[in-house]
């Protein structure tokens, strides 16, 4: 059965020193617990290896918030799938919101990077959600399948099986202002009914699909207790240890 996953993305904040300090933290602040998810943090790409080397990435995985469309060469400035992986990075985030915004990235190159990162071992998390304006006309559950279409139907079954799904509808992200859990449950149903078209019943259910947007410690229990929420993707709330560990003990 699928898992359950909680996990961060610190999107571009936090320096090294804090960035590693707050992963030692988090590990011990997890020691000895007994946790019903699987915890993930996202840091920028400078971090990684040095949060990969501080801590027991099986206990706490560490993920990338993006990676290159290409295998290597003159692409100044960009970051490998395989050069992600050698740090010790077990995920990649890919398609968030605000990649596709602020950096143009389309469902065409994100599908070039789900390949790459796959190639690469690493799982992507791979982020899907309507903006306002699409919500407000009903049409957010086409947009969801296209975008969940565009990038990823290319792929095999066994490829398939290393997607995690993050819906975030643009609106709830970094506004405060959440979907209600009714809203993510519908769709994250659909997500899942649009999964088992394609890729098989079997296939849907043991797909992880996160939820983020203003997910908290004081809506994160409402939110899981959802039959096809699986966890979430969590920003501003994932910075601070002592916001981050009750969203996680929320399972
Ligand atoms: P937020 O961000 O929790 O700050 O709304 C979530 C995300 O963008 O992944």
Redesign the pocket.
């Known amino acids: 059965m699928r898992k359950n996953i909680v996990a961060g993305?610190w999107?571009m904040n936090k320096n090294l020193q804090e960035g590693v300090a707050f992963a030692k933290e988090l590990e011990k602040a997890l020691a000895g617990k007994t946790l019903k998810c699987d915890v993930v943090i996202?840091t920028p790409f400078i971090h990684l290896a040095s949060v990969a080397s501080a801590i027991d990435t099986n206990k706490i995985g560490v993920s990338a918030q993006n990676c290159a469309d290409k295998v290597s060469g003159a692409y100044t400035g960009e970051v490998s799938a395989a050069m992600v992986a050698s740090t010790g990075a077990k995920y990649v985030?890919l398609g968030?919101?605000?990649r596709r915004a602020y950096y143009g990235e389309t469902d065409a190159t994100l599908k070039e990077k789900v390949l790459l990162a796959l190639e690469n071992g690493l799982k992507p998390i791979f982020?899907i959600g309507e903006v306002l304006e699409e919500r407000e006309s009903g049409k957010q559950n086409e947009v969801v399948k296209s975008q969940i279409e565009n990038a990823l139907f290319n792929l095999s079954a066994e490829q398939f099986a290393n997607i995690v799904l993050?819906y975030?509808p643009v609106w709830?992200?970094?506004?405060?202002k959440?979907a209600t859990p009714a809203q993510a449950q519908e769709m994250h149903a659909f997500i899942r009914e649009t999964l088992a078209a394609k890729f098989g019943k079997e296939a849907a259910d043991n797909t992880t699909i996160l939820y983020?947007?203003?997910?908290?410690a004081s809506n994160a229990k409402e939110l899981f207790s959802n039959p096809d929420v699986d966890g979430?993707?969590?920003?501003?709330?994932?910075l601070d240890v002592e916001k981050f560990l009750p969203i996680i003990e929320a399972f």
Do not use: F, M, R, W
């Open positions: 993305n999107k996202g985030i968030h919101s605000e982020c993050a975030e709830a992200i970094g506004t405060g959440t983020g947007g203003s997910a908290n979430g993707l969590i920003g501003g709330a994932s």
